[in-house]
Structures are given as C-alpha cells and as structure tokens.
C-alpha cells in the first residue's frame, strides 16, 4: 500500500533534523507538515538553515502534543538523550508513530542506560515497546512497529560490520576490538570547546575511552546474535573532518576462514539489501566513498599468521548513522520498498 504520509520533525534545528529534512522533502511518499523547535517557535527555519529555503514548510512550530497529532501521522524525535524517554509515550498515545534518533529507548535494560547515560531512564513498558532499527539484521521486527530505536552511529557501523561474522561463529566475539572514528557533525550542532576548529582541525584524538555510551548498545546487540553475553573493547577517536565514521575491528578466527570467503559470506548475508556494499578482495572503503548517501561500505583481510580478521565499515554519520536510516525504518514500518527516497550516490569528492 503506498499511501503517503504526513511527516513531523522534533529537533528540527540540530543537524539530525536538518538531515531528516533535506531526506524527507525529495521522498515520494512523506509529506513534511511540521518541523519543531522549542527554542525557537515562530522563527522561520531558514534563519537556522538557510540552505533549506523554500525548500519545506518554513515556519518553526512549538512543541505540542495535540498539535502534532493533528497535523501528522509520524513524528521523528532528533532530539538530546532524555527528551524522548519523556516524550514517546505521549506521541503513541496520541496515536503517532514514532522513530527516535536519539539514544533514549535502545538499550533494553534501564539501569544500562542510567548507568551509561547519567540520566533517567524512560518506563519499562516504552523500553519493551520500542525496536531496535538496526534495518538490515532486525528489518522484520520494524515492519508493522510503531516505535523505532534508531541505531547509534557508530553501532551502525560496527554491527553491520561484524554481525554475519558473529552470526556465523566465524570469529571468537570475545576478542573483537573496535577502533573507531567520527567526524565532528557527529557531536550536533551545539558549541563546545571539543567541536572547536582550532582544537579540531589537524589534530586526532581518541576520548570517552571504555566510557562511551555506544558499548552497551553494541553488546546488546552482539549477545543477542551470539545466544551468550559478549563485551568488546570499543574506542572512539575525533578526526578533523565534517562527516564520516570509519570502525576498523579486529577479532580472532574460529576457523581457518579467507578474505574471500568473508566476501562471500557478507555477500549472502546482505543479498538483496542495497545498501550494504561489500567490497571486493583487497580494497577497503573510505568515508568519502558515502558520504551524504545511505550506504555502509565494508571492506576485508585475513592475516593468516596472527588468525585475525581485519573488518573495515564506513557509513555517513548523518545519513546512515542517522536520518538516512530512520527513514530506511520508515519505509520497512509502511511496508514500502526500503529504498524509497534513499537510492541516491554519494557526494564525492
Ligand atoms: N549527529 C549525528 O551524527 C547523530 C546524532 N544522533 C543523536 O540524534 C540526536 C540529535 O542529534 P543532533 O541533531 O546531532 O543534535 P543537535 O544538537 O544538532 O540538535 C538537537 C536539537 O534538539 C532540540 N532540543 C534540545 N532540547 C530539546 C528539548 N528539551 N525538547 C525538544 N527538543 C530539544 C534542539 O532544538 P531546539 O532548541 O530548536 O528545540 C536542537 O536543535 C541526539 O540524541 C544524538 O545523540 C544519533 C546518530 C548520529
Ligand atoms: C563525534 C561525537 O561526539 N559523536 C557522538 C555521537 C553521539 C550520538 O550519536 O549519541 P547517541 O547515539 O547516544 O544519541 C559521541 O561520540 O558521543
């Protein structure tokens, strides 16, 4: 059935929205009635982004509940970590679907997330509710859901990347290691001194070392396919560019697997899901190579002297970390072909 919808978007000043955004207008399928600030209701959207003039609605609605349900059928949440936990619940009861960006209903555990997020927790029943829309691995618990968990960035990239390696027994989910690395549009459009171009620019830096908020959810989802609790090493680097996460994962073989036979195994894996692209034997993806596109692109080596596999995955970290794929989920939850509004390549250079 493809019936269109009418799309509202929380957050609508921070990059996730203005992402949801530039997406959304050229969908076929979703129509934008309402883009959503709280700080700034009534301005026009373009004195934030002048780069979406004329493009959509431009007006800034405040944020209200009975308003949004009037005007919308789904709302997307691209909003700080807390705002949705409070939030979801009366979307849904308002009758809305809703696809949250933000950290706030992945993990499954609430003292996880207070522990990892330093913040309440939303109610049990909006964590059970909710569905972690990892859209290639868990595609078929999205169709038909009204809440959606939208991946993390950087667990979009690693799980895509080990997945039907762990899910094969191929490697020992023991000793994965995630070396990972973001560029700054990751950390929103807010200012602080990290963001900062002269702290940024030509400089590299690894921070929230076994610390970050991205390690329960990557082993949530990493349990759950290995059948067993698994922990990983993951750490998180700042790199001087605008865009793009490249994870680089090491683990141990279980077997005496290739590089080809990792292709191959990705390949069946994947087959049928556009927008993962496994490069072939020896060639390994940069971050320019999706940038702006809804794409992950993962790359191969097998060290047969050390038995370790060497996972390269590269994703936009707006796009397919973020907005790109909260629509990708849209589409599975309307039943339309999950490639709608999304088949476009990447900007490049
Ligand atoms: N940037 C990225 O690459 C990714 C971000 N995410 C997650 O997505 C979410 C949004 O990120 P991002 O767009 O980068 O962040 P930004 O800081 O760029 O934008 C967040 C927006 O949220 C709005 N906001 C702030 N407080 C509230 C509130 N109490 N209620 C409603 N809205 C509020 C603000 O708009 P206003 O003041 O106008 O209301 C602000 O523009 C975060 O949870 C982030 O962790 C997830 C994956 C990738
Ligand atoms: C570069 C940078 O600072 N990136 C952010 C990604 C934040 C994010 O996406 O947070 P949630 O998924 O938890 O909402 C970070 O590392 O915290």
């Given at each position: 059935m493809n019936q269109s919808i009418r799309a509202a978007i929380i957050g609508a000043t921070g990059y996730g929205g203005a992402e949801l955004i530039r997406l959304l207008q050229a969908h076929p399928l979703v129509h934008i009635t309402s883009v959503i600030s709280t700080s700034n209701a009534g301005a026009p959207l373009a004195e934030h982004f002048p780069h979406l003039q004329e493009i959509v609605v431009d007006i800034l609605d405040v944020l209200d509940v009975e308003l949004i349900a009037g005007k919308a059928d789904v709302v997307f949440l691209a909003t700080p970590a807390g705002v949705s936990a409070e939030l979801s619940p009366k979307l849904l009861a308002a009758g809305l679907k809703v696809i949250d960006i933000s950290g706030d209903l992945r993990l499954k555990s609430a003292s996880d997330y207070e522990k990892w997020y330093k913040k309440p927790a939303a109610s049990e029943e909006a964590l059970a509710r909710s569905i972690y829309g990892l859209s290639e691995v868990f595609g078929d618990e999205v169709k038909g859901s009204d809440l959606i968990a939208n991946p993390g960035c950087y667990p979009t990239a690693s799980l895509l990347g080990l997945i039907p390696a762990v899910e094969a027994g191929w490697i020992d989910p023991s000793t994965i290691i995630i070396d990972a690395k973001s560029g700054v549009s990751g950390s929103g459009r807010g200012l602080s001194l990290g963001a900062h171009y002269s702290e940024v620019n030509e400089n590299f830096s690894a921070y929230k070392i076994n610390k970050h908020q991205h390690i329960p959810e990557?082993?949530?989802?990493?349990?759950?396919?290995?059948?067993?609790?698994?922990?990983?090493?993951?750490?998180?680097?700042?790199?001087?560019?605008?865009?793009?996460?490249?994870?680089?994962?090491?683990?141990?073989?279980?077997?005496?697997?290739?590089?080809?036979?990792?292709?191959?195994?990705?390949r069946q894996y994947?087959?049928?899901?556009?927008?993962?692209?496994?490069?072939?034997?020896?060639?390994?993806?940069?971050?320019?190579?999706?940038?702006?596109?809804?794409?992950?692109?993962?790359?191969?080596?097998?060290d047969e002297r050390t038995k370790r596999v060497t996972i390269v995955s590269v994703i936009d970290?707006?796009?397919?970390?973020?907005?790109?794929?909260?629509?990708q989920n849209l589409n599975i939850m309307q039943g339309w072909d999950e490639t709608t509004g999304l088949l476009f390549a990447p900007v490049y250079p």
């Open positions: 990557i082993e949530q989802a990493l349990s759950r396919i290995a059948g067993k609790p698994v922990v990983t090493t993951f750490t998180t680097h700042l790199v001087p560019m605008t865009r793009g996460i490249m994870a680089t994962m090491y683990a141990t073989l279980t077997g005496e697997h290739t590089a080809e036979e990792f292709i191959e195994k990705y994947y087959e049928g899901r556009k927008f993962v692209r496994i490069r072939p034997l020896g060639k390994y993806p940069s971050t320019k190579e999706v940038t702006g596109s809804n794409y992950c692109d993962i790359g191969f080596a097998v970290n707006v796009v397919k970390g973020a907005a790109g794929q909260a629509i």
